[in-house]
């Protein structure tokens, strides 16, 4: 089952940050959505049993890597629980923010040069690399510092569909 909620003042608060954690130990959870607080929405997908598999945080955006600077949808963050990958969850997350809100607005994202499961997936999705961002990823933060991971910036452009 999919569902929107409010990500501040969710009953599945506990298990996004169990999922998160196992997934980024060295960005807290915490800090992160407090940095993505100017309008973060999130979409779950959990099992008949109420058991979170995944999530996707999004919002809205501006994106500065485009000439015209337009709004975009941006995903700050899509977490599948280790034990749900290779499931479909991830493609059930994007499926659903992208029949919401992808066909009248970019969807944009970072992800890290070394997650190719990640960069297969969104690429089944239509997204395109649109640049590298060397030291994208910072330890502490998980956002740009000048040091750490590198980073594609990518696209799925409603123009395309």
């Not at 999130?42 to 015209?68: A, S």
Request: proline share 1%; aromatic share 14%; net charge negative.
């Amino acid at each position: 089952m999919t569902e929107e909620i409010d990500l501040t003042s969710s009953p599945y608060t506990d298990q996004l940050k169990k999922i998160h954690d196992a997934e980024y130990d060295d960005i807290d959870f915490e800090y992160f959505c407090t940095s993505v607080s100017r309008n973060p929405s999130c979409i779950i997908v959990k099992n008949d049993d109420d058991i979170v598999m995944g999530f996707l945080i999004w919002g809205y955006d501006i994106d500065f890597l485009d000439d015209e600077c337009g709004t975009i949808v941006y995903i700050y963050s899509l977490c599948v629980g280790s034990e749900w990958r290779r499931r479909g969850v991830g493609s059930e997350l994007l499926t659903h923010l992208t029949s919401l809100y992808g066909y009248s607005n970019d969807v944009c994202l970072h992800v890290s040069i070394k997650n190719d499961a990640a960069i297969k997936l969104y690429a089944k999705h239509k997204f395109k690399n649109v640049r590298r961002i060397d030291y994208y990823y910072d330890g502490e933060t998980g956002m740009y510092s000048g040091e750490g991971q590198h980073a594609y910036y990518m696209k799925r452009s409603s123009k395309d569909l």
